[in-house]
């Protein structure tokens, strides 16, 4: 599974962008997807994941309510809509899959990452 996430850019705060992962390969239904993001200077963290089918979904704290992650399995893409953004919302974001299984937030479980795309918040 090959992932490609487009639609980072610089918005001021309070403002909003939507995130896309593109996969692909016939399997995406099965997979479990999740979002990531790395700060410089800091581990890779959590944002939030959605389940292969089911479409549960779960959020780190920090984003909770203002984040909303979804899915379209018919174009094999996955989507994270972000309002409100702050400049602590600045990051490189990464989608990743992991073939089904449990909704999780831990990095090592997912096996298949995208090359991340630059999100920038300004004040």
């Known amino acids: 599974v090959q992932l490609v996430e487009s639609g980072g850019g610089l918005v001021q705060a309070g403002g909003s962008l939507r995130l896309s992962c593109a996969a692909s390969?016939?399997?995406?239904?099965?997979?479990?997807m999740g979002w990531f993001r790395q700060a410089p200077g800091k581990e890779r963290e959590f944002v939030a994941a959605i389940s292969s089918s089911v479409r549960v979904t779960t959020y780190a704290e920090s984003v909770k309510g203002r984040f909303t992650i979804s899915r379209d399995n018919a174009k094999n893409t996955v989507y994270l809509q972000m309002n409100n953004l702050n400049p602590e919302d600045t990051a490189i974001y990464y989608c990743a899959g992991k073939l089904g299984g449990r909704l999780t937030s831990l990095p090592r479980e997912y096996d298949y990452w995208g090359q991340g795309t630059q999100v920038t918040v300004s004040s």
């Open positions: 390969g016939r399997t995406f239904s099965s997979y479990t």
